[in-house]
């Protein structure tokens, strides 16, 4: 039980493109999801945490225009990221936690690229 | 704000032995949760193992297991028998129980842990 699956796995798009990468709790219904970044070899850096219903709570200094949170419902979250540019490429990784849970779960991630 | 610290950026270990991943936190709160989280190269994250603070008995799953001072504000990992398929990033996590910052994840640097054969 309580997974999460990401798509797509790896995404190569050109530099002004958007791109949208879906987050799905497969056997769960999860009120919260988050998204992270993350560097090689580095720390996850949290984005943005999302309600379902609500409008997503970004961290300082990720804007928000660029990218887009939607939680349309309990079990599926997307990150949009809105023109993309070289410095956009990175790992993005979602996560889930269920409702009145302490325990979040991962999907496994998304490579951007961006030419 | 609450900071997690893993002071440790790469560790090793022979195949069988056991090793031990440190991790110190910073928080003025008196509930909260400690993960440990396993990065293998499919950089897919895994549980490993948690631990809820008003409860003083340390976890333990299979061969992890934690040591968990409160007061030191240290959650350290301890691996048994190591195996190659431990080999991976980890990472110590904080999440505080309550707030507008409940669920919310503040991770440690990462660890990265090498088993050799």
């Known amino acids: 039980g309580a997974v999460v699956s990401q798509h797509p796995s790896r995404v190569i798009c050109k530099s002004g493109t958007s791109v949208k990468i879906e987050c799905r709790s497969l056997d769960f219904q999860a009120t919260t999801m988050f998204w992270y970044r993350q560097f090689p070899k580095k720390s996850l850096m949290l984005m943005a945490t999302s309600n379902e219903g609500s409008k997503a709570t970004y961290e300082q200094g990720v804007e928000k225009d660029k990218f887009l949170i939607n939680h349309a419902s309990l079990t599926l979250s997307t990150l949009t990221v809105t023109s993309a540019h070289p410095e956009d490429s990175s790992f993005y990784i979602c996560s889930a936690r269920v409702r009145l849970g302490d325990t979040q779960y991962f999907g496994p991630g998304t490579r951007l690229t961006v030419l | 704000a609450q900071t997690v610290t893993q002071s440790q950026p790469e560790m090793s270990v022979q195949e069988a032995e056991t090793v031990t991943l440190s991790c110190t936190y910073d928080t003025s709160e008196s509930d909260y949760y400690l993960f440990w989280y396993k990065q293998p190269p499919s950089r897919q994250m895994i549980l490993v193992i948690r631990q809820e603070a008003y409860k003083q008995q340390n976890a333990t799953e299979n061969r992890f297991s934690v040591n968990f001072q409160k007061a030191a504000k240290s959650f350290s990992l301890k691996i048994s028998d190591s195996q190659l398929g431990d080999a991976a990033m980890y990472f110590c996590?904080?999440?505080?129980?309550?707030?507008?910052?409940?669920?919310?994840?503040?991770f440690g640097q990462g660890t990265i842990l090498t088993v050799h054969p």
């Open positions: 996590a904080y999440m505080r129980t309550g707030g507008t910052s409940y669920g919310k994840l503040t």
